[in-house]
């Protein structure tokens, strides 16, 4: 399933909504939460279970996107967007079926193990081409298209709210709102699957060579060698950083000033997942394209080095100002997304576009690792204080210093990166390369 290849004037700027078209419907992931208290109800379930097709999700994102990852690269942007509307629509459809019928190992089964599918390749399938449009300007490109999955649950959990309150939160009314998730997304993904060109080989030989140009590593080469290794220790201590205050948002800025004058409502908590989005988002784009200017090695700089210091002033004065609490949670939070949109520039920096799509794949492993993490260590550790007695901020205290020095290891990382050993690169000729690509693309 070849992508049509771009006519004589077609704009490259017609890629990034092809893309967001497919991120912002799997962006849907982080809006779960909204069905987690229907299900629980519906289905009489703990809040562990009702967790279980999120993370399921999110470790089948990560597995997927690595062994998929050369089959994206072999067969194109189109055939990775197609497989990803049809697992991810289909995870919905199964979901639903399992709403209704109170099955609920149906609905891990099909958000969970079918949806992750479509999310692990619908995450990865346009960032090789974005690149091949856009090497002047690679962390700009790559992070308009996956500024759409971390906005996609600002669309996501208004609209699912809103279909729950509709349609009920007994198991039909779930059920029902299941179809029209899978439905309509499958509609939107389709946009994404018609919109996509790659370039024409001229163009990718001279008005784009740029994206060619310095060292080439295949992916099975690439993950032999430690710049590998060393970006998936940082992509996986920045996203436990993360991801250890999205997961647990709500409660935790509700617990922090629970013993104080500055409560916070239920209503201030929603509101300030919803900013922790709009952060996740903006870093998305701002910090991704700031890295074309500073460089990837700098950006991670920040995002580690700056991270951890933000997690300091909200474990050591966080309970005694709600203001310094907000704005370092944002920070973190666009450092989060920020994260995920530079990756595939660093990596196509130090391997190059000849595979980087894989490349990018098998490092979203590290994703998987730090979705299972990140919540564990701050959930498992408010847990056993709570169980000590303890209440307030106390109990997040110990997890706040756990995320310190975790950002520390992923700093130390970050600056073990050097360019990889020329024994790595590809060995054809620089036109045999380019056609490579150019077929891979």
Not at 70 to 77: A, D, H, K
Not at 145 to 164: C, E, H, K, N, V
Not at 171 to 182: C, E, K, N, Q
């Amino acid at each position: 399933m070849s992508p049509p290849v771009a006519p004589p004037g077609w704009s490259r700027w017609l890629v990034p909504p092809a893309a967001l078209s497919v991120h912002l419907s799997i962006g849907q992931a982080y809006a779960w939460s909204v069905f987690k208290p229907p299900l629980e109800s519906a289905l009489d379930l703990s809040g562990t279970q009702s967790a279980l097709p999120f993370q399921l999700a999110i470790v089948m994102l990560g597995l997927s996107a690595a062994f998929g990852g050369t089959l994206v690269e072999r067969n194109g942007p189109r055939w990775a967007m197609t497989v990803a509307l049809v697992c991810f629509s289909t995870g919905f459809l199964v979901s639903a079926l399992g709403a209704a019928t109170e099955q609920y190992w149906l609905i891990v089964f099909g958000y969970g193990f079918i949806g992750g599918i479509g999310l692990g390749i619908g995450y990865i399938s346009p960032v090789s081409t974005l690149i091949k449009w856009f090497p002047d300007r690679p962390g700009m490109a790559t992070g308009i298209a996956i500024m759409g999955f971390g906005g996609g649950a600002l669309i996501a959990s208004p609209w699912s709210t809103q279909m729950l309150e509709s349609f009920g939160r007994d198991s039909d009314g779930i059920a029902l709102a299941f179809l029209v998730h899978g439905l309509t997304y499958a509609v939107f993904m389709t946009l994404g699957v018609l919109l996509v060109r790659v370039p024409r080989p001229a163009e990718t030989a001279s008005a784009v060579s740029v994206s060619v140009s310095g060292p080439q590593v295949s992916a099975n080469s690439a993950v032999r060698t430690p710049q590998f290794w060393c970006l998936w220790v940082v992509l996986c201590m920045n996203v436990t950083a993360g991801i250890g205050i999205l997961e647990k948002a709500a409660p935790m800025i509700s617990d922090f000033f629970a013993n104080t004058s500055q409560t916070v409502s239920a209503t201030a908590a929603a509101g300030f997942v919803a900013l922790l989005s709009a952060a996740n988002m903006a870093g998305r784009i701002g910090w991704s394209s700031t890295s074309d200017l500073i460089g990837r090695k700098n950006v991670y700089r920040v995002y580690l080095g700056v991270g951890a210091l933000m997690y300091g002033l909200i474990a050591t004065f966080g309970d005694s100002s709600k203001p310094l609490f907000v704005v370092s949670a944002l920070v973190i939070l666009s450092f989060y997304g920020g994260g995920f949109a530079t990756i595939p520039a660093y990596l196509k920096d130090l391997f190059g576009t000849y595979q980087v799509g894989a490349i990018h794949g098998r490092l979203l492993t590290a994703w998987s690792t730090a979705g299972v993490l990140g919540p564990l260590i701050v959930n498992w550790i408010a847990d056993r204080q709570e169980e000590a007695g303890k209440d307030g901020a106390s109990l997040y205290t110990v997890s706040l210093f756990i995320m310190i020095g975790l950002l520390a290891v992923g700093f130390v990382a970050n600056e073990l990166v050097r360019p990889v050993h020329p024994r790595h690169h590809v060995t054809a000729a620089p036109k045999e390369a380019a056609d490579v690509r150019a077929e891979s693309a």
